[in-house]
């Protein structure tokens, strides 16, 4: 398994839900976060002072899938989340060693 978690624009969240749905991802986990790569922030001028944003919005969608769909999962949310501006995000994949579904105690693949 592999936790393939992803920071996006906000704007994009609804569209890479949808892209994961069509692909029968159901199980999500949505997290407002703010940072920043190469994009750097931004100045910004409030009641004639200049200051800057460091950090701008983001999301982070996290999303646990067996390994035959991770490279189907990862190009779904690339296409979904792609403005071609700077700032689209990041996705990143990390290896999933168990999961346990607490209610029942299943684990393994099944509990995703």
């Known amino acids: 398994m592999k936790k393939v978690e992803a920071i996006i624009k ?3 969240m609804d569209e890479v839900k949808e892209a994961l749905n069509e692909l029968g991802i159901r199980g999500m986990t949505v997290t407002e976060v703010k940072g920043f790569g190469r994009q750097k922030g931004h100045s910004e ?3 004639g002072a200049e200051y800057v944003v460091d950090f ?4 982070k969608l996290e999303v646990v899938v067996p390994d035959g ?3 189907q999962v ?6 979904a989340a792609r403005t071609g501006k700077i700032g689209d995000g990041k996705i990143f ?5 168990d999961a346990v579904r607490i209610r ?5 693949e099944s509990v995703v």
Do not use: H, N, S
């Not at 994949?93 to 060693?97: A, K, N, P, R, Y």
């Open 93 to 97: 994949v990390i290896e999933v060693l």
């Open 74 to 79: 990862i190009e779904r949310m690339a296409e």
């Open 56 to 59: 701008l919005p983001k999301v």
């Open 69 to 71: 769909v991770v490279d």
């Open 104 to 108: 029942t105690g299943e684990r393994g």
């Open 45 to 47: 001028l409030y009641r």
């Open 10 to 12: 906000p704007f994009k």
